[in-house]
């Protein structure tokens, strides 16, 4: 997961070589801007399973321009045959007062151009933060048309180009901590997330599996997530709370989950969770009924997908 060496140049320019994990963004549920992860966050699991990155990451503190401000230069490693494959991201932060901005950009072969921004700052008793992103360039498409799985007459989607465009992803969150006893505090989280790449129904879903472009979260062009957190409630000192919520607002979709850590040993914890899938046929419901379509040998004999309604899981984690 992790390797790596870390010097400096004349104590202005620090250098990192090796596996290491870089995390971007400022948001809980979806993150637009971090370019860096090949595989996206996955808001509802237990641990962060996204290994480390092989990267010649450069950070350079510009005390000289604003208290805060820092530079950082990646060359990007992972599946990189040539010198020519190595991708390049740049990222940029201030800090004023208790708000925190970054502004990023990022280039490779063979993919588009990334520009992005993110957003952190107070305003009384509410956390703000805000991440926008926009993509232009080769590798991007979406498929248009119906997926029409008859047998006498199949009809299947085709791919559009979307290489001139610029495409915007942005999502916008609060948070707001509540207290409620001398220790203790209720944290709230609402956020929204817009997404040009995804779709306006769940028609096309079944064909995205298909061709291996089914992205959990990322499948809609609109969505709505809220969470509950209760750290160490009341004399519960070992134990956390949370409660998730997530819509798909384009298909109709929904996800809610509870979930209960708790610490048993010294360096024991157990995490648990219950969550359930409602609402229309689509991202969180999704089901797939496939007749046998003769002449494509994966579809010979049909098959379906029954659609999940409630799913449970536990996991024990032992500190080293």
Request: hydrophobic share 40%; aromatic share 12%; proline share 7%.
């Amino acid at each position: 997961d992790q390797l790596w060496l870390k010097f400096d140049i004349n104590r202005s320019v620090f250098v990192t070589v090796g596996q290491q994990p870089v995390r971007w963004g400022t948001t809980r549920i979806w993150n637009p801007v971090d370019f860096v992860n090949a595989q996206r966050k996955d808001p509802l699991a237990i641990f962060d399973a996204r290994p480390g990155i092989p990267l010649i990451k450069l950070h350079m503190p510009l005390e000289g321009v604003a208290d805060g401000a820092n530079l950082y230069a990646i060359a990007q490693l992972d599946d990189a045959a040539t010198l020519g494959d190595v991708g390049g991201l740049l990222r940029a932060e201030f800090s004023a007062g208790a708000t925190e901005t970054g502004v990023n950009v990022a280039v490779r072969k063979e993919q588009p151009l990334r520009i992005g921004a993110d957003f952190s700052g107070g305003l009384g008793p509410l956390e703000l933060r805000f991440e926008g992103a926009l993509s232009h360039g080769d590798a991007q498409y979406r498929w248009t048309g119906p997926l029409v799985l008859d047998a006498s007459a199949p009809e299947f989607p085709t791919k559009q180009e979307r290489g001139d465009d610029w495409i915007p992803q942005a999502t916008a969150g609060i948070e707001w901590g509540i207290p409620y006893g001398d220790q203790d505090t209720f944290y709230l989280t609402v956020e929204y997330f817009y997404n040009d790449a995804g779709y306006d129904n769940e028609s096309v879903y079944p064909w995205l599996v298909f061709q291996g472009d089914f992205s959990p979260l990322y499948l809609g062009r609109h969505y709505l997530g809220v969470g509950m957190v209760l750290p160490r409630p009341g004399g519960w000192n070992d134990t956390t709370l949370l409660a998730t919520g997530i819509s798909n607002l384009s298909d109709g979709s929904h996800v809610t989950r509870i979930d209960y850590q708790v610490q048993v040993l010294t360096r024991l914890r157990v995490y648990c969770f219950v969550a359930a899938h409602f609402g229309e046929q689509g991202e969180f419901r999704f089901e797939l009924d496939v007749p046998a379509v003769p002449g494509i040998p994966e579809l010979e004999n049909g098959f379906k997908i029954e659609p999940m309604r409630l799913n449970t899981g536990i996991w024990l984690s032992v500190d080293l």
